[in-house]
């Protein structure tokens, strides 16, 4: 199953490691694939990586929209490592769930290919369950996904001036 | 701050679930208080309760829409117990982030007043973090919180006939 979580609200990753936290206690098989996330900056990471049946990777700690001294060619390299990865852990089918954590992102900036993507799930989301997350997906990408959820801002206290909160946010 | 997680769409109860895990990363104390969600059922429950700094309560497992033969004045009684315990939780000072999930379903239902959770909350959101999800909220609440987040299904399997999935929606 391929499942999608977009939208300009809050709660796309945090519903994905939610996700992932109900299928280990399953007795599931995990793996998380994150992008631009920063290491050791989300609060998540440090508990996730601890669990048992998870197996937590990150590439691409900074995107060259907030660091403008990352080369766009290092980003793009780095997430073609994702990709390489995410194909060796379809291919070992050892996992129930795979979370990839901002590829929207990577499709929307064109440092992945929506084509190679595509073609990885057509193979294996019949099988193991994918859960894709950032703001926007492409058209293409939504039509092939079994469950999309839209998380979409109601109220946001970035709004009245407040600012980002730790252990909130991030 | 006081967070609000509400919709049609998935990812209300796994989003507040993924907060926990940020919050308890950054060395946080969390509790959770569950209405309605069963006892051990929810693959996350096993999780969440081995984790150090988390309190895991759940009242009411079985709600009356879904159990007919549970009477609606037990479910009345567990939920103030739940109450309660939320009281003595806030007054203790003793987390900083606390999840009421599926609290909105209990305000919905007249099994928790509105006006005794706001109570709380003018009280004591300035200083702990509190998450409410459940598929509604009453404006009185939504007026109050300071983060709000529409879940809106825009695709779901059952559309299409397929059963509720281990490890996805449980």
Excluded: W
């Amino acid at each position: 199953m391929l499942i999608i979580n977009i939208g300009n609200g809050k709660g796309k990753t945090t519903a994905a490691m939610g996700q992932a936290v109900r299928a280990l206690g399953h007795g599931m098989k995990v793996c998380i694939i994150q992008l631009f996330k920063g290491k050791d900056f989300y609060g998540e990471q440090k508990i996730l990586k601890k669990l048992k049946n998870l197996d937590f990777y990150s590439f691409s700690p900074k995107h060259p929209y907030l660091f403008k001294s990352i080369s766009k060619s290092a980003v793009e390299k780095d997430c073609q490592k994702a990709l390489d990865l995410l194909k060796n852990m379809l291919k070992s089918r050892k996992h129930d769930l795979i979370v990839l954590d901002e590829f929207n992102i990577a499709l929307r900036d064109g440092f992945i290919k929506l084509k190679d993507l595509l073609e990885l799930f057509n193979k294996y989301s019949s099988k193991i369950n994918i859960i894709i997350t950032g703001r926007a997906a492409p058209k293409a990408l939504i039509r092939a996904a079994d469950l999309v959820t839209e998380m979409k801002e109601m109220k946001h206290p970035y709004n009245s001036g407040k600012k980002f909160q730790k252990g909130i946010e991030f």
